[in-house]
């Protein structure tokens, strides 16, 4: 095994994965770097989703490498372990927990000792209580902290769950159409959250929304039938013959 | 006077006695003589005499003897038929009047039971008939009696039948194999015949030989030819208990596949549903014994399409009362229906009773099949034909009908199903009702082989879910197997483990599959089913 | 720890001191004519309800606040039960009918010659109780392993846990298990050296009821309002957006889970010296599913609930199979289907939602979002 010598954060290569003969994903192979945000694109059954399962252990691949900081085999790890490597991943839909107040949301996301004796025995820190201060003035949801997260709009779930990523503090964030069901305001503050974001991490936004990704202006990679179609700035990648005839069809 | 008379009559019986000897003397009238002196030894005698002799009363002579008609005294011995009319054994002529009053029935012990026994064995192997022929030759291979080995080989020279040849041969290797002074060929010889028959008759025969070590050694090793072919019949006999079982969970679990397997409805009143349909059976029965008993024949097949329709219609009720305020929330679901099976048992039990009721089997169920060394029992067979039947009958169903389309494309996309125009409600309500329903003709199949009571249902609902889970849900395929995976592994594990602990064992089996595969068998792969 | 003590968890704890205090002074200090007595075969009537309560909040803490609906807490209430057991049986030494001195009459009657290995210890009281706490614990334990590690939830985890109970009771109904077969273990003669039928005991056993019961209720109380209490909670509500955070699930679900199966156990090893026998149909899957209608009925994820609840439903059924034995599964058949349909939060639940919208209605209208546009 010979790692790269300055490791990409995120490197998959050649990853396969199939159900029942269908292939999920088709020798796929990217690299993103830190601190570096990219975009994914792509028709549905891309495979987006399943890139996404593969690097946070949801599932494994049939073959293929998939390396974290060039030393971490994330298809022998779990999901747990792979959050804990620093891995946060935003689903599709949002997800936070209904019955828990926002605060709370936030603190159970907190980098934390994850074992169930310290966390029954931990009590919380004023450091902790200000993380979660300055989180919340960050997602603009200070003022329902107290709240029941189910309370919240969805536009509101949206950004708990991204504040519930950053609580992580993750290295790599996988955020699944953060734009799904928003608001022309909210799509455009949302992409002013991530380019905030990725000035001191990696993010990876997988959106159809051709004005979100423009928002975001960063590197485009488009998938198809599991594999890379293209790779480039958006404009290079929507000039691209195959993927003009992807995603118009013959 | 008296003197004189006496002493005449005395004279009368002894001329008589010389007429006869003179007249008729030949070896069945001396060994007919025999019977008249009361020593076993001397009936024992007499009945091989007789039975050799070729006389055409010898056959009427030994069964009289058998059934305690033959008497005997004085010289005479005479035939009493079972309406009491009397014919002397000699001449065969009747004897008018009461019977002589110096006449006693021949006595008979083990030793006289088992020369008669033989007696008529070799006797009756010329009967034209050929039951009789084959009846005749089981009996001698029975009594092994040396003596009836001339008209054995006699019988076999003659004889057309393949069927009553094959146990001739056996009979009489039999013979030569148990008596003495025989040549160590011809027993080896004999021991092939016996092996060819390789029942436990010729098992036991084989095991108790003794004599030259040749002989013992052919023996011993046509005696474990035997055991493992018999073993394997065993095999084969509990394969079909387990396939017999298979159907009975099949039967149960069926229904389940649909309203769990399909819809994701937990159903634990599932087993009521089947207790009501074996209820049906019950009152079909009744009605039928009181109103029009030619019909008993039918019965089960009247109560089928009743019982499909009491326990469909039983639940839809329940579907649109309780299950679908209940939709996507199966733990809630569990309960609710736990609550209607208590209810339904309870309702069942007040109506009919807490004890088992009495449903009865068509003649043309009972006896059995044999086939090879296997014994099938036809209620069984039915079960299994009708557990298969009902099988395919639902999978055509399923794929052929609009019904099973309708049920398939809500059961994979609710709502797009209901953007395309399909009710939805409804179908949701006829997929219950299916899935009750053939539980109910189950119920109708299982009131054969099960008792008959409130509590018919709970015995069936654990394993049924069993069977589902096992065979993967949402996989009619998957029941079948599962249902012949379980059935047969539980009887073929029950010698070994017994009933209980094989159950036992099962169930932690399955505990554990479910651990490696939680979905079953035939498991759906892919990213819509984690959704 | 003020989050522990909230007004609820005072007025649990305020009523079975109560309790407590009042049952023994009633049984004991009352006239037997006056309106004041407790008849002796209340006293164990009413243990025998404490005990069963403790199961429910046993099934709560892993229903209600994990999202585990196991249908086998029966199992590990029976063998909390049958340590027990086992350990009144060895009390009973030579008065047996076959007067043994170390075997138990039911392997005297089998032709037994000697103890089996695992009943030795069990004449040792600390041991009996280590084996009540350990034997649900270890299986719970060993069965939640496989189960949760290979992410078996839902109604298959349902209907395993159901398998679990099934087995369990076959094979105690087999009299090779040692465990006295389909008669269970019966004619106890002391605990501890009091005479187990004594009204005095008895009063004594309901005390210790009252104060496992309080003392579980606390602890149940500790855990779900720290913060791994709010991990379960999490994990019964989105369980995978847990796993993403790092939460290592199974084993959350496992601790608690083995901590249930404990508390099971010592609500049987409580119950059998009140009811004087335990036997394999404690093992009766049907027992399982009526617990988790009891917590139903009192109101899930909510403890006090799960003790109401018990109580509850446990005095209808003395009521209904004494007056009208007929209808009690109609009762209790209802009561499962009213409860899911019509109040799927129980009583406690239903209770806090009205008493939450009284309070809401004078100051509607929160405070304005702070994401300008939020599509409400």
């Not at chain 1, 599991?226 to 013959?241: F, I, M, Q, T, W």
């Not at chain 2, 035939?79 to 009491?84: L, P, V």
């Not at chain 2, 009919?352 to 006896?367: C, D, I, Q």
Request: proline letters at 4%; one cysteine or more; glycine letters at 10%.
């Amino acid at each position: 095994m010979n790692a790269p010598v300055t490791p990409t954060l995120l490197y998959l290569d050649n990853v396969t994965v199939s159900f029942d003969g269908f292939r999920a994903l088709n020798a796929l192979s990217l690299a993103i770097d830190h601190a570096e945000m990219r975009a994914i694109i792509g028709p549905n059954g891309a495979g987006k989703t399943t890139m996404m399962d593969v690097i946070t252990g949801k599932t494994r691949p049939n073959e293929g490498t998939a390396l974290f900081e060039g030393s971490y085999d994330l298809t022998s790890l779990d999901e747990a372990d792979i959050a804990q490597l620093g891995i946060g991943r935003k689903f599709q839909t949002p997800t936070v927990f209904d019955m828990h107040s926002v605060e709370d949301n936030i603190l159970l996301a907190l980098k934390d000792d994850r074992r169930p004796f310290p966390t029954l025995f931990s009590r919380r820190t004023r450091l902790e209580r200000e993380r979660i201060d300055a989180l919340l003035e960050r997602v603009r949801l200070t003022g329902h902290r107290h709240r029941k997260a189910s309370e919240l709009s969805h536009g509101q779930k949206q950004w708990l769950e991204i504040g519930m990523l950053l609580a992580q503090e993750p290295k790599l964030l996988l955020v699944d159409e953060p734009a799904a069901g928003m608001t022309d305001q909210e799509t455009a503050d949302t992409a002013d959250l991530l380019r905030d974001i990725a000035k001191t991490r990696a993010v990876v936004v997988v959106e159809h929304d051709m004005t979100f990704v423009r928002d975001l202006g960063v590197k485009v990679t488009c998938l198809h039938e599991g594999s890379v179609l293209a790779e480039g700035s958006l404009d290079a990648v929507s000039a691209d013959e195959r993927v003009i005839e992807v995603y118009l069809g013959r | 006077m008296m003197i004189l008379r006496d002493s005449l009559r005395a004279l009368l019986v002894l001329l008589a006695l010389s007429w006869a000897s003179v007249a008729m003397a030949g070896p069945y009238e001396d060994a007919l003589q025999k019977f008249t002196t009361d020593s076993y030894a001397d009936t024992d005698t007499a009945i091989v005499g007789v039975a050799s002799s070729g006389n055409p009363q010898a056959l009427a002579v030994v069964e009289a003897l058998r059934d305690g008609r033959l008497l005997a005294g004085a010289g005479r011995v005479v035939i009493r038929d079972a309406s009491g009319a009397m014919t002397d054994a000699a001449t065969g002529q009747a004897i008018a009047g009461a019977a002589p009053a110096d006449l006693k029935p021949v006595r008979v012990n083990n030793r006289v039971r088992r020369a008669i026994e033989a007696a008529l064995g070799s006797m009756t192997l010329m009967s034209p008939d050929a039951g009789k022929r084959l009846d005749a030759a089981r009996a001698v291979f029975r009594s092994k009696d040396a003596a009836a080995l001339p008209i054995l080989d006699q019988a076999l020279a003659q004889e057309k039948d393949a069927t009553v040849k094959t146990i001739l041969e056996e009979a009489r290797a039999a013979i030569l194999l148990s008596a003495p002074d025989i040549s160590s060929a011809d027993r080896i010889a004999a021991i092939g015949v016996l092996k060819a028959r390789g029942n436990q008759d010729a098992l036991a025969l084989l095991s108790s030989v003794t004599g030259a070590p040749e002989v013992v050694e052919a023996a011993q090793a046509a005696a474990a030819g035997i055991r493992s072919r018999l073993e394997l019949w065993n095999a084969l006999q509990n394969v079909w208990y387990g396939i017999s079982l298979g159907s009975v969970l099949l039967l149960a679990a069926i229904g389940l596949a649909i309203t769990f397997g399909t819809m994701g409805v937990i159903n634990m009143a599932h087993g009521e549903m089947v207790m009501i349909g074996a209820y049906t059976t019950f009152v079909v029965q009744e009605i039928i014994r009181t109103q029009m008993p030619g019909l008993f024949g039918a019965s089960l097949f009247i109560a089928l399409p009743l019982a499909f329709v009491v326990a469909g219609g039983i639940g839809i009720l329940i579907e649109r009362t309780v299950i679908r305020f209940l939709y996507g929330r199966p733990l809630e679901t569990l309960l609710a229906t736990w609550g209607l099976s208590l209810m339904l048992q309870q309702a069942v039990r007040s109506i009919f009773g807490p004890t088992n009721r009495e449903v009865g089997t068509p003649a043309w169920m009972s006896g059995a099949l044999e086939l090879g060394g296997l014994s099938l029992t036809y209620n069984r067979i039915a079960i299994v034909i009708f557990a298969f039947g009902v099988f395919a009958a639902l999978l055509l169903v399923m794929r052929y009908t609009s019904l099973g389309l309708f049920v398939r494309a809500v059961t994979q996309n609710r709502r797009m199903a209901g953007s395309m125009g399909i009710r939805t409600n409804r179908i949701d309500a006829l997929a219950f009702g299916l899935g009750s329903g053939v539980a109910g003709i189950a119920g109708v199949a299982l009131s054969q082989i099960d008792n008959v009571s409130p509590n018919l249902g709970q015995g069936y609902i654990i394993d049924s879910f069993m069977v589902v889970v096992f065979g993967g849900v949402g996989n009619l395929w998957g029941t079948l197997v599962g249902a012949m995976t379980l059935g047969i592994a539980n009887k073929l594990l029950e010698p070994y483990a017994g009933a209980v602990l094989g159950k036992i064992v099962l169930l932690i089996a399955i505990i554990l599959f479910i651990q490696r595969r939680p979905r079953g068998l035939f498991a759906l792969k892919g990213r819509a089913v984690e959704a | 720890m003020s989050q522990v003590f909230d007004r609820r968890t005072i007025v649990v704890l305020v009523l079975l001191a109560a309790a407590a205090i009042l049952v023994p002074a009633m049984n004991m200090l009352a006239a037997p004519g006056s309106a004041f007595h407790l008849s002796d075969h209340l006293v164990p009537l009413l243990g025998k309800y404490l005990a069963f309560a403790l199961l429910a909040l046993s099934v709560d803490l892993v229903w209600g606040y994990c999202g585990i609906l196991s249908l086998g807490h029966g199992a590990f209430f029976a063998l909390g039960g049958y340590a027990m057991g086992m350990y009144l049986m060895r009390q009973i030494g030579a008065r047996g009918v076959y007067a043994n001195p170390t075997l138990p009459d039911f392997m005297v009657f089998l032709n037994w010659k000697e103890l089996p290995w695992f009943w030795y210890g069990f004449d040792w009281f600390p041991f009996a109780m280590l084996m009540v706490l350990l034997v649900p614990g270890l299986l719970a334990f060993v069965f939640g392993w496989f189960a949760f590690r290979s992410r078996v939830t839902g109604v298959y985890l349902s209907i395993i846990t159901q398998a679990m109970t099934f087995a369990l009771m076959l094979a105690f109904f087999r009299n090779d298990m040692g465990f006295g077969g389909n008669n269970g273990l019966t004619d106890f003669k002391d605990i501890l050296g009091f005479p187990i039928q004594a009204a005095s005991t008895r009063v004594v056993l309901f005390v210790a009821s009252a104060v496992a019961l309080a003392g579980g209720y606390l602890l149940c109380r500790w855990i779900v309002t720290s913060k791994l209490g709010k991990v379960l909670v999490a994990v019964r509500d989105a369980e995978s957006r847990t796993r993403f955070l790092g939460y290592r699930v199974e084993h959350y679900k496992l601790a608690v889970f083995t901590l249930s199966a404990m508390l099971a156990g010592v609500a049987g090893a409580l119950y059998v010296p009140q009811v004087g026998i335990i036997n394999p149909g404690e093992f009766a899957p049907a027992n399982s599913i009526e617990v988790v209608i009891w917590v139903a009925v009192g109101g899930r994820g909510t403890l006090a609930g799960a003790i109401l609840g018990a109580l509850v439903v446990n005095a209808g059924k003395t009521w209904f199979t004494g007056a009208l034995p007929e209808l009690w599964l109609f009762a209790l058949g209802g009561l499962f289907v009213f409860v899911t349909l019509l109040m799927p939060k129980g009583i406690l639940g239903t209770a806090e939602e009205w008493w939450e919208r009284a309070r809401r209605k004078p100051k509607a209208g929160v405070a304005p979002d702070a994401l300008p546009s939020a599509a409400e």
